[in-house]
């Protein structure tokens, strides 16, 4: 493994830092590579149920390596080939802490996540416009589901610097954390999510990912199958928990099914 990309684990969380400060983060080949690796080692362990997602040095990334794609090397698509990091969702979530810039692919990486959690420091942008390099990490498509068309135009078409108290407003940013607790933030909600029965959990991520590509009446019936496997391992005994007392005025006590 190169030290470009770091991995930490705490239990069922698993943290990933992109660890190339002296260029923001910027992803080479190299890194890249190692990104795609770590997250999907992160999905294949079955004792890591959510992953945080961040950058070194107050910055979280600033796109691909753009001083070694003018030395004329090859890169894969980030979202478009097969072996791209961010070429699918994983089965499991993934949770963005974002202090500073997220820009051109990084941007991309942020929206690959489910959740981003943001330091006042962070920002968003498309800075790639300026040169003439296209999106092929899935922004114009995720950006749009996430914050609109009118906004995701706006930040394609123009460069815009979007700052983290608008990307809260628009949706880019899932949850404000306060400055420099980002990582802290994203780790306990985590650690929060890791705690809940994992069946059910993921088979409703699963239906609001595959919604987007169904009607409404298929979306719903696709709903009720991913639903099965949960109604069958985890509803009841939860329901049971519920009735004698867990998890009642504010607490959450749910602890993992043995089935999850």
């Not at 090397?73 to 961010?86: F, R, T």
């Not at 991309?108 to 981003?116: P, Q, S, Y």
């Not at 954390?177 to 994992?198: T, V, W, Y």
Request: proline fraction near 5%.
């Amino acid at each position: 493994m190169t030290d470009k990309i770091l991995v930490c684990r705490d239990g069922p969380v698993t943290t990933v830092t992109i660890n190339r400060p002296q260029v923001r983060n910027a992803l080479d080949r190299e890194a890249t590579a190692a990104l795609r690796d770590a997250l999907r080692g992160f999905e294949a362990d079955p004792d890591a149920r959510v992953a945080v997602l961040t950058g070194s040095g107050g910055a979280f990334c600033s796109g691909a390596d753009l001083k070694e794609l003018a030395a004329g090397v090859h890169y894969d698509p980030w979202a478009g080939s097969e072996d791209g990091p961010l070429s699918r969702p994983l089965a499991k979530p993934v949770i963005a802490a974002v202090t500073g810039v997220a820009c051109a692919g990084g941007l991309g990486v942020a929206l690959w996540c489910d959740i981003r959690v943001g330091d006042p420091s962070a920002s968003f942008a498309v800075l790639s416009r300026r040169w003439g390099v296209p999106m092929s990490d899935g922004t114009t498509v995720r950006l749009p589901r996430i914050v609109g068309m009118a906004h995701a135009l706006d930040m394609l078409l123009s460069a815009k610097v979007v700052r983290a108290e608008e990307a809260a407003r628009i949706g880019l940013l899932t949850r404000l954390a306060p400055r420099g607790q980002a990582l802290a933030e994203a780790q306990r909600l985590a650690h929060a999510i890791a705690a809940f029965p994992q069946i059910a959990m993921r088979s409703d991520r699963r239906s609001a990912y595959e919604q987007w590509d169904l009607a409404e009446a298929d979306a719903i019936a696709n709903e009720l199958a991913h639903s099965i496997e949960a109604r069958r391992h985890e509803a009841v005994s939860g329901a049971r928990r519920f009735a004698a007392g867990e998890g009642r005025h504010g607490a959450i006590g749910a602890a993992p099914s043995e089935d999850a």
